[in-house]
């Protein structure tokens, strides 16, 4: 089933953000696609915030191809990762990409498209899409 969830504002990211963590929850491996400047890494920053991570410290990890959160209060981590960087699916190897998969983590991931045939079948794939008034519109299929 197709599922949507419209931000109209940046106002509305703490309200997207929750939404998106309720009609997601039970999954762990998250998958963001969308073009160059679409708004992935503000909304996982959204999303981050929304589970206890101190916004200050969300950031793309474009250098460091991932980071780790940790959520104040149950001391669980989120890994971020932003895999632009990655032209060879061994640099993702290389960094332990499965011992994070493995972890039973949330998983957030930019630029899944970069690494291929890495990504477990149970990945949800999100789409991020810019419309002409620069809203945004969040699908997936669950």
């Not at 793309?60 to 989120?78: H, L, M, Q």
């Not at 794939?125 to 299929?141: G, M």
Request: aromatic share 10%; with cysteine; proline share 3%.
């Amino acid at each position: 089933m197709k599922k949507k969830i419209e931000i109209n504002s940046v106002q509305e990211l703490g309200r997207a953000a929750q939404e998106f963590i309720e009609q997601t929850s039970g999954h762990n491996l998250i998958a963001f696609k969308a073009p160059m400047g679409a708004g992935k890494t503000t909304f996982i920053k959204a999303v981050c915030e929304a589970l206890g991570v101190d916004g200050a410290e969300v950031a793309s990890p474009t250098f460091s191809i991932v980071n780790e959160y940790v959520c104040k209060g149950t001391d669980e981590s989120i890994y971020h990762f932003d895999f632009y960087r990655i032209t060879k699916d061994e640099e993702a190897l290389d960094i332990g990409l499965y011992d994070y998969l493995d972890s039973g983590c949330l998983c957030l991931m930019e630029w899944p498209e970069n690494i291929g045939t890495l990504l477990p079948d149970d990945t949800l794939y999100v789409s991020i899409s810019v419309q002409d008034d620069l809203s945004r519109i969040i699908t997936w299929d669950d």
